[in-house]
C-alpha cells in the first residue's frame, strides 16, 4: 500500500510542478497541493485571465488526458474550463507560458 501512496503523491507534485511553469498559475488553488477539482473551480471563476484559464485548460487535459466531449468533466457545470486549443492559447501567451507548454511538449507526461 505505501508503494500507492507514494506513487500517487509524486504525481500529484509532477501536477503542482507542471502548474507552477505556468507563471499565472502559480499559487493558484488546487496548485499545491494538486487538486483537479479546486484548481478548476478557480479557472472557471471570476480571477482567471484569458492565459490562465488556457494553462488551465492545458494543464487539465494532461490530468485527464485525451478527455474531449461529454468526458469533459471540467468543461460541465459548475466548472467552465474550455477544451485546449493550442492556436488560441499561444495567442494569448506570453513568452513564458509559451515557454512551458513547448517545455511540456519536448517531454510530455501523462498521470
Given at each position: ?15 503542482s510542478r ?45 490530468w485527464n ?47
Open positions: 500500500m505505501p508503494a500507492l501512496v507514494d506513487e500517487e503523491h509524486l504525481i500529484h507534485l509532477q501536477m507542471l502548474c507552477e511553469s505556468f507563471p499565472s498559475l502559480f499559487n493558484k488553488p488546487g496548485v499545491r497541493p494538486w487538486n483537479q477539482k479546486i484548481f478548476a473551480q478557480w479557472a472557471s471563476g471570476p480571477g482567471a485571465t484569458s492565459g490562465s484559464r488556457w494553462a488551465a485548460a492545458f494543464v487539465l487535459g494532461v488526458g485525451v478527455s474531449v466531449g461529454r468526458d469533459r468533466w471540467f468543461g460541465k457545470r459548475p466548472y467552465r474550463v474550455p477544451e485546449f486549443d493550442v492556436v488560441q492559447a499561444m495567442g494569448a501567451w506570453d513568452h513564458q507560458h509559451a515557454a512551458a507548454f513547448i517545455a511540456w511538449c519536448s517531454k510530455p507526461f501523462w498521470p
